[in-house]
């Protein structure tokens, strides 16, 4: 199995500019999540999918982020405009749900700049 | 609001030492507490507890959760240089497995 596969690994943008990051889940998981890491708040959670269903945004810091599941094997992040103030690593992760075993796989994460 | 807290932040010790790192935790709808060491990439996968009192092991690491007194730990015995991560405790929260994570302690361990 290939994982979660993220994309782009790196990206360095201007203020203002769009960014868009993606995300395909492993196959077979039905929850999908996004979280954001940054050295003075740890790892937090932006907005989580169910069945490609977004069920809590309320980690969506404002406005200028929004997140798409259009089918079950992709989904994207994105920033617009952005500001230095989001430049973070982006992790997407997916899991199965299953309430006897469930564990979440992270992806490799995109780590934003925005200057 | 749902709380993860660890403790220490921060860790430094010598190979051979034995760490305990803590988790405590306020929220509503607990299911699970989950593990995970992160190095230089994604978060992977170390422990699921989910029953009060039932030690997991996975060779020099081992973890148990107290859901009376709502918190948990992890010890790592006999260090080594590769046990340096920043190491993460999360609770899996809810019908929708909603995993909500601290802010994690960073272990440096020095040969």
């Known amino acids: 199995d290939a994982g979660v596969i993220q994309s782009p690994r790196h990206e360095v943008t201007e203020m203002g500019q769009e960014v868009t990051l993606r995300c395909k889940p492993i196959s077979g998981h039905n929850s999908l999540f996004w979280y954001r890491q940054t050295m003075m708040r740890g790892l937090e959670l932006l907005i989580y999918?169910?069945?490609?269903?977004?069920?809590?945004d309320s980690g969506m810091p404002e406005d200028r982020f929004s997140a798409k599941m259009p089918n079950a094997s992709f989904s994207t992040l994105k920033i617009q405009p952005s500001e230095p103030r989001d430049s973070a690593v982006y992790f997407c992760?997916?899991?199965?749900?299953?309430?006897?075993?469930?564990?979440?796989?992270f992806g490799e994460g995109s780590w934003l700049t925005v200057v | 609001e749902d709380k993860v807290v660890q403790s220490p932040l921060s860790l430094v010790v010598h190979e051979g030492d034995t760490v305990t790192l803590n988790c405590s935790y306020e929220v509503t709808n607990f299911r699970s507490l989950l593990w995970y060491k992160q190095e230089k990439k994604a978060p992977t996968f170390l422990f699921m507890l989910t029953s009060s009192g039932i030690e997991k092991k996975s060779g020099r690491l081992s973890s148990i959760l107290d859901k009376k007194e709502l918190f948990s730990i992890l010890n790592i015995t006999a260090t080594q240089t590769g046990d340096s991560a920043i190491y993460l405790c999360?609770?899996?929260?809810?019908?929708?497995?909603?995993?909500?994570f601290g802010k994690g302690t960073l272990l440096t361990v020095n040969p």
């Open positions: 999918f169910n069945n490609n269903v977004p069920i809590d």
């Open positions: 992760a997916s899991s199965t749900g299953d309430i006897h075993g469930n564990t979440i796989y």
């Open positions: 999360a609770v899996l929260i809810g019908s929708n497995y909603k995993l909500t």
